[in-house]
């Protein structure tokens, strides 16, 4: 492919993902992963500071959120499959390696991409979500179980489908989470589609599918990885794990009074950790 080509849609196994290709068209190529149960656009405040910095981004809606790559199987959702995802976006760019970036869910398929195909990756940044083996372990040792209730909530049939609206607890476990009520319209508007819902939460359903051995591959690129005092969701024992897990230059940053909705909330600060690291890097 050439550098005066936009991707608009990528295909992988049958299945057909959206993609937002936005920046100079001969920038280097940032690949931007949302979280849950965000899509695309919650890279709306940060992308175009990206821009003007001379990348390319390159946002999809992944899988279970893009119509045609909505799966109805649990097991098409494990993280195999979501890592592979990502690499054929990178291949179908054919840009060479690509900047990874990835929020909440997208920051654990991030992680993945960057242990499981460093050959993709020119460098990593995590946002919200740590290294996965330093989650787990944060999991079994302190309070951070606590705070993934949720994570359990979601293996059950049919009620997440349910509740997770913008007129419903959904939206006010959202907004509690310090989430704007703006942002939490957007996010769970489409999510009145209970396939899209279904997809959405099937990554949490998957799971269990997940090979532990994998998840526990250290990362060895540059990486980034960016935390906020005010999360709900993501307790501090994981970051301070995170550094035992990557074997590769390496920045841990705190924001001081954000939740966790970081590339909404404080865009123009993740542009200033970005510009350094990628920068450092290109």
């Known amino acids: 492919m050439s550098r005066t080509e936009r991707i608009g849609t990528f295909t992988r196994d049958g299945l057909v993902f959206d993609v937002r290709d936005e920046g100079p068209i001969d920038g280097t190529p940032v690949?931007?992963?949302?979280?849950?149960?965000?899509?695309?656009?919650?890279?709306?405040?940060?992308?175009?500071?990206?821009?003007?910095?001379?990348?390319?981004?390159?946002?999809?809606?992944?899988?279970?959120?893009?119509?045609?790559?909505?799966?109805?199987?649990?097991?098409?959702?494990?993280?195999t499959e979501l890592i592979a995802d990502v690499v054929a976006l990178i291949d179908r760019a054919g840009l060479g390696p690509a900047h990874v970036v990835g929020h909440d869910w997208g920051a654990a398929v991030a992680w993945g991409v960057a242990a499981e195909r460093p050959d993709r990756v020119r460098t990593l940044t995590a946002l919200s979500v740590p290294h996965p083996a330093a989650f787990v372990r944060a999991m079994l040792t302190s309070r951070q179980i606590l705070k993934s209730w949720y994570m359990f909530a979601f293996q059950l049939p049919w009620i997440p489908e349910r509740v997770l609206t913008p007129d419903g607890f959904g939206y006010r476990a959202l907004v509690a989470s310090g989430q704007s009520p703006d942002d939490a319209k957007?996010?769970?508007?489409?999510?009145?589609?209970?396939?899209r819902a279904r997809g959405a939460l099937n990554w949490y359903r998957a799971m269990p599918f997940t090979a532990p051995r994998s998840a526990s591959r250290k990362v060895r690129v540059p990486t980034l990885f960016v935390w906020s005092d005010g999360d709900t969701a993501i307790g501090p024992v994981g970051p301070e794990l995170t550094n035992r897990f990557v074997d590769a230059p390496y920045t841990y940053e705190v924001l001081r009074g954000v939740s966790h909705w970081i590339?909404?909330?404080?865009?123009?600060?993740?542009?200033?950790?970005?510009?350094?690291?990628l920068l450092d890097q290109s």
């Open 31 to 79: 690949v931007l992963l949302h979280g849950f149960p965000q899509d695309s656009r919650s890279w709306d405040a940060l992308a175009p500071l990206l821009h003007r910095r001379g990348f390319r981004t390159l946002a999809p809606d992944q899988r279970g959120y893009s119509p045609g790559a909505r799966p109805r199987a649990r097991r098409a959702y494990r993280s």
């Open 186 to 195: 957007r996010d769970l508007e489409p999510m009145r589609d209970r396939t």
């Open 263 to 277: 590339p909404d909330e404080a865009a123009e600060r993740v542009d200033e950790l970005l510009g350094k690291h």
